[in-house]
């Protein structure tokens, strides 16, 4: 005897167990454990945590698609802004430049 009690896997009742899972502190047989992150958890809590990632990723990536959109909308915004103000002093240049020349040429 070894002193340990014998158990065996929650979902096997035949099965010893070889593992217990940290999550739920209850004993799986080899086949009902999974390594996750360094850490041998059973399918159930491996399930679990899963969606838990899945849905911090999805937030994650709905956080980050939010901020590109805005850094988007931002440098659009920039660059309208800019466009604009570029347009805005064109004119006289192409006033007193081109366009004027083009119309002295015409009435000639
Ligand atoms: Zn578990
Ligand atoms: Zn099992």
Same mark, same amino acid.
């Given at each position: 005897m070894n002193g340990f009690p014998r158990h065996n896997?929650?979902?096997?009742?035949?099965?010893e167990a070889v593992a217990r899972?940290?999550?739920?502190?209850?004993f799986?047989?080899?086949?009902?454990?999974?390594?996750?992150?360094?850490?041998?958890?059973?399918?159930?809590?491996?399930?679990?945590? *899963?969606?838990?990632?899945?849905?911090?990723? %999805?937030?994650? *990536?709905?956080? %980050?698609?939010?901020?590109?959109?805005?850094? *988007?909308?931002?440098?659009? @915004?920039?660059?309208? +802004?800019?466009?604009?103000?570029?347009?805005?002093?064109?004119?006289?240049?192409?006033?007193?430049?081109? +366009? @004027?020349?083009?119309?002295?040429? @015409?009435?000639?």
């Amino acid at each position: 005897m070894n002193g340990f009690p014998r158990h065996n896997c929650q979902l096997h009742r035949e099965r010893e167990a070889v593992a217990r899972c940290p999550s739920c502190k209850r004993f799986f047989c080899r086949e009902c454990v999974t390594e996750h992150e360094g850490r041998v958890v059973c399918s159930a809590c491996l399930r679990k945590e *899963g969606t838990e990632e899945n849905r911090a990723a %999805w937030k994650l *990536g709905g956080a %980050w698609r939010a901020a590109q959109v805005a850094a *988007g909308l931002a440098l659009a @915004w920039l660059a309208f +802004y800019w466009l604009g103000s570029a347009l805005v002093n064109i004119p006289s240049d192409f006033h007193d430049g081109v +366009y @004027w020349e083009f119309q002295q040429e @015409w009435r000639d």
